[in-house]
Structures are given as structure tokens and as C-alpha cells.
């Protein structure tokens, strides 16, 4: 007999229940559910709507379910449906009559928004603290090629000399985002919604606040129609984690493409690549294109969010039982790639000499020429013209600009060109002189990454806040 099965004359079909069924993946809740109960329980024997005796019953028994779960020593069964009716199954089953006390005040409604909102928080903290790990990584081998000359793309074409510092420095201001990202979706999540009730509250003397006090959130939700049918704050962790997978699916991408031997910027790690069943000599990018590849996944979840939420009226629907895969899904691919791209690029072989050859013969000094000429008095327009002119030379003759003779530069480009261009006109030149805040300049990029340091470090209280979303990774059978 289903929990809730009173006014039912006819048992559910067996198709029914396992379609309605939401155990096989809400299970991920059970140290949430599990905890909001006890504070709810715990709240029930203070305001005397059950006796202490059975609240601290209850409280026992739902210690001693965790434990036993988490051991393990459970199986959970497809027919009560979801996490909190098979730990309420469970309860009454171990403790009897008190058991039936603890849905007291209580709604599933206001409960799963709890579990979300509690999971959801966790796994801010949790992503978060990877998304740290990640930037400091990048700032730390940022910190080590201030000097690193590589060539800047646009359209990916080479364009201007840069560093590698400044380069992986730009997504560590990505990542930095992603961070605060995170930071605020964990804020809008912060709202205790129990005591909401199905849609409209209850008539017992809940303390909403005593709840919300001991599980950890600021304030209370202050609308029970919006309390029990609000997945804004799933949304907002899924969007956070579609930036997330955006940002390092570009970081990827450069990766698989410096990794080919057409660019040969970089050696992935033996550890971090794969071969190939046919052809002896490959070494594939495996993990950088699998991120990028689950991007799209990510993205997939979001709209089904969205799509799942557009034409809902209020207040809960049972619709709103998709929303967990989507976002457990997110969660998991997230924290996963995450963890695996860290580990890519900590171990990734850098090739210094090929970067500053292809910022050498790929003309990305080519703007500094035409400064060059205009800081002796020639009007911008027409210095991009002669150096336009200077470069195609260059290509018909296979030669760098640096490598064309005064003589030349001057008999057949113009006079204004001195001896002092070369200098002018160097790789280290080309990057130290742009020195402005944000700029490639070694000086300009040591700023830049010691106030993202700072940066991190401010977000590292919210990154380090105690989070366990999954201590173990919990497997059980369905009965």
C-alpha cells in the first residue's frame, strides 16, 4: 500500500510505476532529504506538534538510514517511487508509529524544492572549488612564460605577438567569472522553502526560521505558490555550468589545434592522450575533444530545463520531476571535466621555440612596422598601405620583415626607415611596449595576474565552505 494510496480503490500499474518512478536518479538526494527531515523533525518536537519523545525517535532513525545507505546496506524500491518516500518507507518500517509523525506540516512539494535547493548549494561550492584549482593552475604557468613570445590570432590568422602568459592569463579571467558565477547562483538558492506546503502553507505553528537555521540558509522563501514551483536557481547553476563547458571547450580546442603538427605549440602527455588501432604513429587529443564534445551535452540540459518549465502554470506540476537528470547531469559532466582538464593541462609540454617562430614569419610584427613609420611622421592610412606593400614582398621572398635590408626598406618602402627599426620592430619590442593595463607587456600581465590572485583568494571562503555532495559515490539496487 502506497503511502498516500487512501483514496485509491485499484493498485497502480506495474508500467505506471515504473514510469512515474523517480528513485533511479533522485536517489542522489538522500543526504539531503535526510537532513532537512531531521531539522524538520527536530522543529516538530519544539514546537510541540509531536511529542520530543518522537521527534527524537525519528532523528535516530534517520541517522541510523544514512549510515546504513551509506554503507550500502540498502535497496532502494521502484514502487515508493522516490528518495523521500523510500526513506519514509524505511522509517516506519524500523521506528513504527513514530515514523508516521515525521510528514507532518509537510508536503513532497516543499521537500524536493529543499533537496534541490541544499544539493544545488553544495554543488556551487563544489564546482566552484575545482573552477579555483583551475585558475590557479593557469596563473601559475602564466607566471612562468611572462616572457613565452606566441602569436595572437584573429580569424585565426596570426595577427600580433602576444606571450603565453597573456594568452592562458585570458582564460583565467574566463574562469574567474565562472567563479562568481557560481558564487551568485549559490546566493539565489539560499532561500529555505519548507513550510510552503503542497502550494498553500499549513495551519500548524511551523518555525520556518528554526528550519533554515540549522540547515544553513539565510532566509526563508516568501511565497509558498513560488516556494514549492521556482527552478530559477536550478537554471541558474545549469547556465553557470553551460559557461563553464563553453570556456573550456576553447581552451580545448586550442589545445587540439596546438597539438597538431601543423602548429606544434604544445606535447600532450602520454597520460592524457590516445593512439590510434590503425595508424602506429598517432597520438590523439582525446580528452580535449571529449570536453569540448560534452559541451554540447551541457548545453542540452539547459534548454531542457528551460523547455521543461516554459508553459507550467503554478504551482508544482509533475513535470518538474525532469528537472533533476538535466541538472544532475550538468553537475556531473561539469565537476568531471573539470577535474580531467586540470590534470591535461598541468601536464602539458609547452614548445617555446615553435610559438616564437610562428610569431616570426607570420608578420604579427607587422603593426608595429606601420607604427614605426607613423611615429616619424607618416599618416596611419598610408603606413598601412606600405607595410601592406613590405609584407607581400616578404612572402615572394620567403623572408621575415626583420629580414629585409635597410637598404631595401628604405629604396623601396620609404626613407622614413632607419637603422633603429629593427629594434623597433623586434618580437620582445612588439610585446613589451604594449604595457597598458590589460596588455601582453610582461609587466602589464605580472599586474594582471597577481590581482586575479587576490580575486581568487576573496572567493576562496565560498570555495572552501564545507560541501560534500556525494561523499561516496553511493550504488544501490533497485528492489
Known amino acids: 500500500m502506497k503511502l498516500w494510496g487512501g483514496r485509491f480503490e485499484k493498485a497502480t500499474e506495474g508500467i505506471v510505476d515504473d514510469f512515474h518512478s523517480s528513485i533511479a536518479f533522485d536517489q542522489k538526494l538522500y543526504a539531503q532529504d535526510i537532513e532537512g527531515s531531521i531539522a524538520h523533525a527536530t522543529m516538530l518536537g519544539e514546537q510541540g506538534i509531536i511529542s520530543v519523545e518522537d521527534a527524537d525517535v525519528i532523528v535516530s532513525g534517520l541517522r541510523a538510514i544514512k549510515s546504513d545507505i551509506e554503507a550500502g546496506r540498502v535497496a532502494f524500491s521502484v514502487e515508493a517511487e522516490d528518495i523521500h518516500m523510500n526513506i519514509e518507507t524505511l522509517l516506519i518500517e524500523r521506528i513504527g508509529e513514530a515514523g508516521k509523525r515525521l510528514h507532518t506540516g509537510r508536503s513532497r512539494n516543499d521537500q524536493v524544492a529543499l533537496d534541490m535547493r541544499m544539493y544545488m548549494k553544495q554543488a556551487c561550492g563544489e564546482t566552484a572549488t575545482l573552477l579555483r584549482a583551475l585558475v590557479a593552475l593557469l596563473l601559475d604557468i602564466a607566471q ?38 557560481m558564487e551568485q547562483a549559490r546566493a539565489r538558492a539560499d532561500e529555505m522553502p519548507l513550510g510552503s506546503g503542497a502550494l498553500a502553507g499549513t495551519t500548524y505553528p511551523l518555525n520556518r ?42 581552451l580545448c580546442e586550442e589545445l587540439i589545434l596546438w597539438s597538431s603538427g601543423e602548429f606544434a605549440f604544445i606535447e600532450m602527455d602520454d597520460g592524457y592522450a590516445t593512439g590510434s588501432s590503425i595508424m602506429p604513429q598517432k597520438k590523439n587529443p582525446d580528452v580535449a575533444e571529449l570536453i569540448r564534445g560534452k559541451t554540447g551535452r551541457v548545453y ?76 616619424h611622421g607618416m599618416p596611419f592610412r598610408e603606413a598601412h598601405e606600405v607595410i601592406g606593400k613590405l609584407v607581400a614582398h616578404c612572402i615572394r621572398e620567403g623572408k621575415a620583415i626583420e629580414d629585409i635590408s635597410l637598404a631595401v626598406l ?35 600581465v605580472s599586474r594582471a595576474i597577481a590581482e586575479m590572485r587576490v580575486t581568487l583568494e576573496r572567493a576562496s571562503s565560498f570555495c572552501a565552505s564545507p560541501f560534500s555532495v556525494e561523499k561516496t559515490e553511493h550504488k544501490t539496487l533497485l528492489s
Do not use: W
Not at 224 to 241: E, K, N, P, Q
Not at 330 to 335: G, I, L, M, S
Open 410 to 444: 628604405q629604396g623601396d618602402f620609404s626613407p622614413l626607415f632607419g637603422e633603429d627599426v629593427y629594434t623597433a620592430i623586434s618580437l620582445e619590442t612588439c610585446v613589451r611596449d604594449r604595457r597598458l593595463p590589460g596588455g601582453p607587456a610582461p609587466e602589464a
Open 209 to 250: 526560521e528554526r528550519v533554515a537555521e540549522q540547515l544553513g540558509f539565510s532566509r526563508i522563501t516568501r511565497n509558498s505558490l513560488d516556494g514549492v514551483s521556482d527552478r530559477d536557481f536550478c537554471c541558474d547553476y545549469v547556465y553557470a555550468c553551460s559557461l563553464v563547458m563553453m570556456h573550456m571547450s576553447r
Open 144 to 181: 612562468a612564460n611572462l616572457e613565452t613570445v606566441m602569436p595572437g590570432y584573429t580569424h585565426l590568422q596570426r595577427a600580433q605577438p602576444i606571450t603565453l602568459a597573456h594568452h592562458l592569463s585570458a582564460y583565467a579571467s574566463m574562469f574567474l567569472r565562472d567563479i562568481e558565477r
Open 300 to 375: 542540452g540540459d539547459l534548454i531542457a530545463l528551460l523547455s521543461m518549465l516554459k508553459s507550467l502554470p503554478l504551482a508544482y506540476n509533475k513535470d518538474m520531476q525532469e528537472d533533476k537528470e538535466s541538472f544532475f547531469d550538468a553537475r556531473d559532466t561539469a565537476v568531471k571535466c573539470l577535474a580531467v582538464m586540470h590534470g591535461m593541462l598541468a601536464t602539458v609540454s609547452f614548445r617555446k621555440d615553435n610559438m616564437r617562430r610562428a610569431a616570426a614569419l607570420g608578420f604579427a610584427n607587422a603593426t608595429d612596422a606601420a607604427d614605426y613609420l607613423v611615429k
